[in-house]
């Protein structure tokens, strides 16, 4: 069965390739911690692993490394007894002690976390008082300050307890639906995306213990699950802490996308067509076609990859859209236009976003079909904006094209849209 294989090798593409350095860098954390609050010198005691890591659903390229440190009691005391602004002096000691380890290193300390940033990854290390019940206490430097609880360690015994339960399907299940978020920019964060596709799998029995030849109908039921979500609901409840998880933004559309791509997929199971469909959903992990040794391309390939340029997080939305004009036709929106005629001016440009700060825009422009091979444009390669805000295209040839933006922040990807234009003579 063509998909069983394809499924298990996108699950091995899935897989963090930097977790040697990731461990090595927390290890080093966690003792320069221990050894300054504790006299210490273990590389893993008084620290526990959080988020996507220590829920082990996070996938390569993962961005943001979450840690909770466990502090002594008695410090909580003493800065608790501050005045003001006591949560912030606390991350501010901390971050001086890393710095002394560090000094050549880029941390900072903010709201409630120190960050320490590497080059494809930064870890957030909050710092926190592990209670008798085994939650944490932690500081929160946001609005004049203040202590706050989180439970960690019961959201990842729960993630735990349902992906045995399920045969290792939870958490593939997890990395799936992250693919499918940094694919197609869906502003998700890790906890959601983990909470809705445990509640998924609580009432799907069915999906439980199945093989890779059945993760396409997994895929294609989870989608129709999330599109039928509702709309307007702002929170869920984590499993494990039954604390609350916000969303970040609307998702109900892509899902739909999503469940459409998924179904033309399983509607051409086994044949190469069911492979772009496949990428359309999770992106560049899913496995190319295996270029056989006699097979000549007449084209160069020219794509390039974002994944390749930045890591990717998506947690923010932008909307392209696409101003058409050509002499002697009133200018419209490409979303009025099914199929466009050649000679058409295109300005694609950002219709709206919710992006917080300074950040930068790359684009990247794909012809798609035998016309573009044949003339060898197939294109792909990805480029600054360099603050114009705008790309200006032409409709050339007849096929199908794309043109996708992405946002950047600190040399992270946390927002990418795509627009697909149709040319027919």
């Not at 069915?206 to 396409?216: A, D, L, P, R, V």
């Not at 307007?232 to 969303?247: A, D, I, L, T």
């Not at 359309?280 to 000549?296: C, L, S, T, Y």
């Not at 003339?375 to 805000?389: A, E, P, T």
């Amino acid at each position: 069965m063509q998909s069983e294989k394809e499924f298990e090798k996108f699950l091995e593409n899935l897989k963090i390739k930097n977790s040697d350095d990731i461990n090595t860098s927390i290890e080093g954390v966690t003792k320069k911690c221990n050894h300054a609050f504790r006299e210490l010198e273990s590389e893993t005691d008084n620290r526990l692993n959080v988020g996507s890591i220590g829920r082990e659903t996070g996938i390569n390229g993962t961005s943001d490394i979450d840690i909770i440190y466990d502090l002594p009691s008695e410090m909580y005391d003493r800065f608790n007894a501050y005045e003001t602004k006591g949560q912030s002096a606390l991350l501010q000691e901390v971050k001086v002690t890393l710095l002394e380890k560090y000094p050549n290193s880029d941390i900072s300390a903010d709201g409630q976390v120190v960050v320490f940033e590497h080059s494809d990854y930064k870890i957030e290390l909050v710092p926190g008082f592990k209670l008798s019940d085994g939650s944490y206490r932690y500081p929160d430097t946001n609005d004049g300050g203040s202590w706050k609880i989180t439970k960690p360690k019961e959201e990842i015994d729960e993630i735990t307890k349902l992906d045995a339960d399920s045969g290792g399907i939870l958490k593939k299940l997890c990395q799936m639906v992250r693919s499918w978020k940094n694919r197609n920019g869906v502003p998700m964060g890790g906890l959601l995306i983990d909470t809705l596709c445990y509640n998924f799998l609580k009432e799907k029995k069915e999906f439980h213990s199945i093989g890779y030849g059945k993760f396409g109908n997994m895929s294609e039921a989870f989608f129709i699950y999330l599109a039928e979500l509702n709309d307007e609901q702002e929170y869920w409840f984590v499993p494990g802490s039954n604390q609350k998880v916000y969303s970040s933004g609307k998702f109900n559309g892509k899902a739909k996308k999503a469940k459409k791509n998924c179904k033309s997929a399983l509607d051409n199971e086994g044949l190469e067509q069911a492979r772009k469909f496949w990428k359309r959903v999770f992106g560049r992990a899913f496995p190319v076609k295996v270029k056989i040794d006699n097979e000549k391309a007449t084209f160069r390939d020219t794509e390039e990859f974002i994944e390749d340029e930045f890591p990717v997080n998506i947690r923010s939305e932008i909307r392209l859209d696409c101003k058409v004009t050509q002499d002697g036709f009133r200018p419209d929106f490409l979303s009025n236009i099914p199929f466009l005629k050649s000679r058409f001016d295109l300005e694609f440009v950002l219709a709206a976003h919710n992006l917080k700060g300074n950040y930068d825009l790359y684009w990247k422009v794909k012809n798609i079909g035998s016309e573009a091979e044949k003339r060898d444009l197939i294109r792909g390669q990805i480029f600054s904006d360099k603050g114009f805000r705008n790309r200006h295209e032409t409709s050339d040839f007849n096929g199908e094209h794309y043109v996708e933006c992405y946002a950047v922040q600190n040399n992270v990807v946390v927002a990418r849209d795509m627009i697909e234009v149709n040319i027919a003579r």
